[in-house]
């Protein structure tokens, strides 16, 4: 595992600004700020990507399988029902980990199902921003135990 990609899907970019009582009071660009050094300070490379769109979304993962070792998918409410994001995660070959902020299985009923859970290696939800943190865990242990 040498380079890492972290994603982000819609309204993640207001991290600080929308509804903190949920999501935290960190802004987006210090809770990245987060997620780089953590992943320097295991030795290796991380870019972070966010967007909106879904198509956008799709296009990265795509991009990421010839790029990437591993991505850490917060794929905000895309996570409920997006089954064109859940195939393109199943079309490459990279492990991804799904994570989210909060708890999605302690909040509305739509939030508790995932339709990309079962083409990622894992999901980690509900540790606020410590979740994409322990994403990268989780791809280093996928990693030392495929080895
Ligand atoms: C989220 C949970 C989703 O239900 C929600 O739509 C988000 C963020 C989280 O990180 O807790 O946008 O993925």
């Given at each position: 595992?040498?380079?890492?990609?972290?994603?982000?899907?819609p309204n993640?970019?207001l991290?600080?600004?929308?509804?903190?009582?949920?999501?935290?009071?960190d802004s987006y660009?210090?809770?990245?700020?987060e997620?780089?050094?953590?992943?320097?300070?295991?030795?290796?490379k991380?870019?972070?990507f966010?967007?909106?769109?879904?198509?956008?979304l799709?296009?990265?993962?795509?991009?990421a399988?010839?790029?990437y070792?591993g991505?850490?998918?917060?794929?905000?409410?895309?996570?409920?029902?997006?089954?064109a994001?859940?195939?393109?995660?199943?079309?490459?070959?990279?492990?991804?980990v799904?994570?989210?902020?909060?708890?999605?299985?302690?909040?509305?009923?739509?939030?508790?199902?995932?339709?990309i859970e079962?083409?990622c290696i894992?999901?980690?939800?509900?540790?606020?921003?410590?979740?994409?943190?322990?994403g990268?865990?989780a791809?280093?242990?996928f990693?030392?135990?495929?080895?």
């Amino acid at each position: 595992m040498k380079k890492i990609l972290v994603m982000h899907g819609p309204n993640l970019n207001l991290l600080g600004e929308r509804e903190p009582g949920i999501y935290g009071n960190d802004s987006y660009d210090s809770v990245n700020n987060e997620i780089v050094e953590y992943v320097a300070s295991k030795g290796l490379k991380c870019d972070v990507f966010q967007s909106n769109h879904e198509g956008a979304l799709i296009d990265k993962l795509h991009e990421a399988r010839k790029i990437y070792d591993g991505i850490v998918l917060n794929a905000g409410a895309y996570t409920h029902y997006s089954y064109a994001i859940r195939d393109a995660i199943a079309a490459i070959k990279i492990p991804v980990v799904e994570v989210h902020l909060s708890d999605i299985h302690a909040r509305e009923g739509f939030r508790a199902n995932s339709v990309i859970e079962e083409v990622c290696i894992k999901q980690i939800s509900g540790f606020g921003k410590k979740s994409y943190l322990l994403g990268i865990d989780a791809l280093l242990d996928f990693e030392e135990n495929r080895n």
